[in-house]
C-alpha cells in the first residue's frame, strides 16, 4: 500500500521538516527501501501554474515495518522543538494528523499507544477484518455490534434464534 506523509511546520519550513523526517526515518534500517520524496502538485483548483511540494511516500506490503514506521514517527514528532505536523494519507482517502505539540507532553505510555495507532492506520485490514465485515443474510450492513451475536460451531455470527 501507498500511503503519503505531508509535513508542515509551523515555521513555514515544510521543506526542511520534510528532510529532517525523511533522514530520520531512512536512519531505521526496517523503513530504509520503503521510504521515498514525491513532488505533489498543491495548486488550488484552477490556479495557473503549480504550486509544487515535497511529500514522503512509504511503500508498505502486508505486513510490513508499520510498527516501526509508526514509532519512528511518534518519536521524531515528540523530538522537535517546532510545532510540526504530518497528514498521513491512506489509499482510500482517509486521513490521520499527528501534531507534535500534541505528541511531546505525552508520558511513556501515551507515546506507545500512539505508535500502536500509528501503526494501525498504516496497516492494510487483513482478509479476515475484510471477512469479518461483509454484509451477510442476518447482518446486510456486514455489521456486528460488539459481538452482540455469538458464534456458531463453524465461527459464523448470527441473531440468537436465526436460522
Known sequence: MRFTLDVQAAS???AGATDELYDWLRQDPELRGV????LADSAPAGAMGGVWSELLT???APGGPTAAAGAALVVWLQNRRSNVTVTINRPDGTQMVVAS???RPLT????SELAQR???ALREP???ETDERAPTEDHPTGEDPAGEYPADEDG????????
Open 12 to 14: 513555514g519550513d515544510h
Open 35 to 38: 521510504v521515498r520524496r514525491d
Open 58 to 60: 512509504l511503500l508498505l
Open 101 to 103: 505539540e500534541k505528541v
Open 108 to 111: 511513556a505510555e501515551g507515546t
Open 118 to 120: 500509528v501503526a494501525e
Open 126 to 128: 487483513s482478509a479476515r
Open 156 to 163: 459464523s455470527r448470527r441473531a440468537e434464534g436465526a436460522r
